[in-house]
């Protein structure tokens, strides 16, 4: 980010964050504004709202909402498949957001700043909390509602999302085959990458191993493209840790942040479970599974495992 937008002076012409999702056209031409000019001019107008521009209103400049809104293309006239169209784009929206708070959390593990990363923690079991919000939005959805626009998907199926496949890696579950649908789109590079770097639960395993518990070596040099298993050696690690309720022991604030993500993140495949039961019963799914028994084996899968075996031990 540039200099001059981090200070928060002058014009903004443009910002760029690398990487296929993070790219963004960006914000021309917006003007930022001091404490002081938000005062003075507030004091001039009597408090009124601008209501003149010389251009292109900033909140549109900033946000591209004129954008945001052509992207709804709906393949049929049935009035409920808006509905359908516009929260499955927004549970994309946030699955983006949760990838950016869960990949700023992982970075400054790895740096060992336990404390800095509880802040996009908590962002990001709220954002989740935000996510699960969505699938509300749908409870009117029978079947036969459905079934006016599911054949116009064709194959098209959420299990198809790369971001939301981002998400799962990072998580820590991991599963190559899931980047193979992807081979002939521009993410895959991406995403074949995501599934190659540790993931934040094998950064927060090595973060405990520099804080001197007694891990087993393996775990530090593992094959990251498949699903970490629970050990004994880190839930004993974390009974340690719990055991420890000084106020600045920042590695149990780190646990109970990690579970919060954990618990709001089973909450979501608990609500798509439904969602998907509610509306389509246990016929075959459109991208080729058996829908609702894909998604009941899919909820075995455990995120960070070990925050949820040393509790017995507790």
Do not use: C
């Not at 923690?121 to 935000?130: I, M, P, T, V």
């Not at 998580?171 to 540790?198: C, I, K, M, Q």
Request: hydrophobic letters at 40%.
């Amino acid at each position: 980010m540039s200099d001059h937008l981090s200070r928060g002076i002058g014009t903004v012409d443009s910002v760029f964050t690398a990487g296929r999702y993070g790219e963004r056209m960006v914000i021309v031409n917006l003007a930022s504004t001091t404490a002081a000019e938000r005062d003075e001019r507030a004091a001039r107008t009597g408090g009124r709202p601008t209501l003149e521009f010389a251009q292109r209103v900033p909140y549109d400049t900033y946000t591209h909402a004129s954008t945001l809104h052509t992207l709804q293309q709906p393949l049929s006239t049935d009035p409920g498949e808006m509905s359908f169209l516009v929260v499955s784009q927004i549970m994309e929206l946030y699955f983006n957001l949760i990838r950016h708070e869960l990949r700023e959390a992982r970075t400054l593990l790895r740096a060992d700043e336990v404390w800095p990363a509880l802040a996009p923690l908590r962002r990001a079991a709220l954002h989740l909390e935000g996510l699960n919000a969505a699938w509300q939005t749908l409870r009117w959805m029978t079947p036969d509602d459905f079934n006016r626009f599911r054949d116009l998907l064709g194959e098209g199926s959420g299990f198809q999302s790369a971001m939301y496949r981002h998400v799962e890696f990072l998580l820590g579950l991991r599963n190559a085959a899931l980047v193979r649908p992807f081979r002939g789109s521009d993410v895959h590079d991406e995403l074949t990458t995501a599934l190659h770097e540790p993931s934040l639960w094998d950064e927060v395993i090595a973060l405990l191993a520099r804080h001197g518990h007694d891990l087993e070596p393996e775990l530090l040099d593992r094959d990251l493209t498949v699903d970490h298993e629970a050990d004994a050696s880190v839930a004993a690690a974390w009974v340690l840790i719990y055991r420890d309720n000084g106020p600045d022991n920042h590695l149990r604030m780190l646990g109970e942040a990690l579970t919060d993500v954990a618990d709001r993140f089973g909450d979501w495949r608990y609500q798509h479970l439904k969602a998907v039961q509610r509306t389509m019963g246990a016929k075959v799914g459109s991208g080729g599974s058996n829908g609702l028994g894909w998604l009941q084996r899919s909820m075995s899968r455990t995120v960070f495992p070990e925050l949820w075996t040393s509790r017995t031990q507790m």
